[in-house]
């Protein structure tokens, strides 16, 4: 059995990462520790690959957690557009944006938070 | 340069790719800084290089890589553990360099200690500093290669981003490797993105299917009998896992990859080995009995990882158990004693009962100083030597609860043993409080550490002497140790004089079976 392949829940970050969005995805992964898959997929889209500094921010959060298993991941600002046409419906997206000027597609199965 | 070609790599630097002259203890001195003597010293003591094969493969290699190696290799990878001086002839070629440590930047305890109290990088901090700033694998980053790092310490990185950047690691995984690394490798061969980070919840660690056996020989003949802990202390991130008994015929058939790879001596490795088999906190005797049968049967000697001291206590007092084990463990007529760690923790019942409320079970937190100092007195009548380990600055902690400490380590002088105090890492269900290192150390802490250090320097000699190095064989390293000890002895008294603190005089009486 492998971990990746299993089911998640998505919590996808675009914009800079500040505290006020680092308390956003801690209520949500309050909330997921409750349900039944134990699963989370925090995705950052940055705008420089490989830049890590976000991951001070993500310190934090990974420190507020024991039960979930949660899985990383960066990709391009450039792909944030596509990834949301793909979304498939019941995934339950959730979308965390922190960047003024940033045009979201308007999308029912992705559920967007500013901060 | 060899045109053989590994897929895999696993491997680690020199502090935990070492066997430490057989003597497992003898590793802790890679946690600190060289010490009176000259770093390359230092580190032949703790840390002498690994004998190897023609290829790079070492005789012995830490137990958690032999464990991926085996993994790999059963689901079809090229992969192999390569000591660390060997690994540049396989970069050019290899996939992915796959890492694990138990201190990657010295943070945990006791090196972070050392390092406090020293003002000095400790050794294995700089020397995983030394391998992964090889030339040779910056370059094999440019050509592709895939950085996963690894092991108890993975958190570690999470603290030292700067580095993480620099030395191009691509994914941090913290918690148990089998089901993610196989995920993991096969992005990699598949050409798909790794993640940055994993952290393996409870619900996603391997079965006792899922872990492979070893096929190689580990550290010092190590073999885990069961992961995870039923304690639920709070600073222990190990209590997040589920508990799970590796059968017998599993840990038999490991003692016996190690054996008949030439290591004749092992450890049976548990966060208590005394609740092998048992259900919850409950000892089975049968079970145990069994156990050190089977390895008395293929190994000289035999050491245990850790045990608590409350199953020390309840296994003799129910039982009788401590005294049949160690008759069992004695009867090859060539071991007389047994080493374990052990921890104390504290001397506060009331800190005791806020942090580790079980660790006192079956008997109850209030009474846990004196569930100490009974299994102090259990060990040391059937030469079992502890190395016992205490933590300083845990939340909540008060003058009260130091003093307490303090005079527990008094009343446990007659009884042979190390006392080491740690300081606190957040770990486990603490593991966001804040850093001791953010607190200041007071007094209080200050006596503590020296009633360790004298307890410590006091019977460091005895157990040198009579136990860990009395074969002839190991004279220059007895030498060596106990000139080290003259010279702690020596700086410790100056230090003490300079700061005008007087002298620690506990009582020592030797109690003598």
Request: hydrophobic content about 40%; some cysteine.
């Amino acid at each position: 059995m492998t971990i990746l392949g299993q089911r998640f829940y998505d919590v996808w970050y675009v914009g800079e990462l500040s505290e006020e969005g680092v308390d956003r995805i801690i209520e949500y992964l309050l909330d997921y520790s409750c349900r039944a898959a134990g699963r989370v997929r925090l995705r950052f889209y940055l705008q420089n690959i490989g830049d890590l500094t976000y991951m001070a921010y993500v310190r934090r959060i990974l420190l507020q957690n024991t039960s979930l298993s949660i899985v990383i991941e960066e990709k391009s600002i450039q792909d944030l557009e596509k990834d949301i046409e793909l979304a498939k419906d019941g995934d339950g997206i959730v979308l965390i944006k922190n960047m003024v000027g940033l045009e979201v597609p308007v999308n029912e199965k992705i559920k967007i938070i500013e901060v | 340069m060899s045109s053989e070609k590994i897929d895999i790599i696993l491997t680690t630097d020199r502090t935990m790719m070492s066997n430490h002259h057989g003597k497992e203890f003898l590793g802790f001195m890679a946690t600190g800084p060289p010490i009176g003597m000259p770093e390359d010293l230092w580190m032949w003591i703790a840390a002498p290089k690994m004998k190897t094969d023609e290829r790079g493969r070492p005789w012995q290699a830490p137990y958690a890589l032999r464990k991926l190696e085996a993994l790999l290799l059963d689901h079809g990878y090229n992969a192999a553990v390569i000591d660390p001086d060997y690994v540049d002839r396989y970069l050019l070629n290899a996939k992915i360099l796959m890492l694990s440590h138990h201190d990657y930047f010295a943070l945990c305890p006791p090196s972070s200690e050392w390092w406090i109290v020293t003002k000095r990088e400790p050794v294995n901090a700089r020397s995983f500093k030394k391998f992964m700033e090889k030339p040779a694998i910056s370059e094999a980053k440019k050509r592709g290669l895939k950085i996963i790092v690894g092991g108890p310490s993975a958190w570690q990185w999470l603290y030292k981003i700067d580095l993480w950047s620099r030395w191009m690691v691509d994914t941090v995984v913290d918690g148990e490797g089998e089901r993610i690394a196989l995920d993991l490798v096969e992005r990699v061969f598949n050409g798909e993105p790794l993640p940055r980070y994993v952290f393996v919840g409870p619900r996603d660690v391997p079965t006792i299917d899922e872990i492979p056996l070893i096929k190689y020989a580990s550290i010092n003949g190590l073999v885990e009998i069961m992961r995870g802990c039923p304690r639920g202390c709070r600073f222990c991130s190990v209590t997040l896992r589920s508990l799970r008994h590796i059968p017998l015929e599993k840990i038999e058939k490991e003692i016996v990859v190690n054996v008949e790879q030439g290591v004749k001596n092992g450890i049976l490795h548990s966060e208590d080995v005394l609740l092998y088999g048992g259900r919850g906190l409950n000892l089975n005797p049968d079970a145990l009995i069994k156990l050190h049968q089977v390895a008395r049967k293929h190994l000289k000697e035999i050491a245990w990882s850790h045990a608590s001291l409350a199953a020390i206590k309840n296994a003799e007092e129910k039982y009788n158990l401590i005294s049949k084990i160690m008759e069992i463990v004695k009867s090859n007529g060539v071991q007389n004693y047994l080493g374990v760690e052990v921890g104390l923790e504290t001397g506060s019942p009331k800190l005791a009962r806020k942090i580790m409320p079980a660790k006192s079970l079956p008997y109850s937190a209030e009474s846990w100083p004196q569930v100490v100092e009974d299994a102090f007195t259990i060990m040391h009548e059937n030469n079992i030597i502890p190395a016992a380990t205490l933590i300083l600055g845990l939340p909540e902690e008060t003058s009260e609860d130091l003093i307490q400490t303090a005079e527990l380590i008094d009343r446990l002088r007659p009884y042979r043993s190390l006392i080491i105090p740690m300081f606190f890492v957040p770990m486990g269900v603490l593991k966001n409080k804040d850093w001791f290192t953010d607190v200041k150390i007071t007094e209080e802490h200050i006596e503590v550490m020296r009633r360790c250090l004298w307890h410590s320097v006091y019977w460091a000699e005895d157990i040198i002497n009579k136990f860990y190095l009395n074969k002839l064989a190991a004279a220059p390293l007895r030498f060596l140790l106990k000139t080290f000890l003259k010279y702690v002895k020596w700086k410790s008294r100056t230090v003490e004089r300079k700061l005008g603190l007087t002298p620690i005089q506990a009582p020592a009486t030797l109690i003598i079976k």
